[in-house]
Nanobody, 121 residues
Framework: QVQLVESGGGLVQPGGSLRLSCAAS????????MGWYRQAPGKQRELVAT???????NYADSVKGRFTISRDNAKNTVYLQMKSLKPEDTAVYYC???????????????WGQGTRVTVSS
């Protein structure tokens, strides 16, 4: 069974740092773009950052300069290093990956279960 499992969320004070991880497991032929999205209470899910299989990155304006996305293709894992956290970063963070399960099958988007990040003093 293919799944994305996130870890690393928690409670942190404003100005603090956290590192999120998301590992893809199961029978996977290839992984395309991976990314992080977040959903704050009462708001729609929004893009935080994405990274292609080649390492090209894209960030939401609200996190540029504070968050860094990276991936380890050997471990099928994507990371989100978050620094200078603000209360408005509080949300459930979801991992996303475009997975191809076989050589002749199309790719589909998969989602993790989410990990909660709370920024509060």
């Amino acid at each position: 069974q293919v799944q994305l499992v996130e870890s690393g969320g928690g409670l942190v004070q404003p100005g603090g740092s956290l590192r999120l991880s998301c590992a893809a497991s199961g029978s996977i032929f290839s992984i395309g773009a991976m990314g992080w999205y977040r959903q704050a209470p009462g708001k729609q899910r929004e893009l935080v950052a994405t990274i292609t299989s080649g390492g090209s990155t894209n960030y939401a304006d609200s996190v540029k300069g504070r968050f860094t996305i990276s991936r380890d293709n050997a471990k099928n894992t994507v990371y989100l290093q978050m620094k200078s956290l603000k209360p408005e970063d509080t949300a459930v963070y979801y991992c996303n990956a475009r997975l191809q399960l076989g050589p002749f099958t199309p790719s589909y988007d998969y989602w993790g279960q989410g990990t909660r990040v709370t920024v509060s003093s």
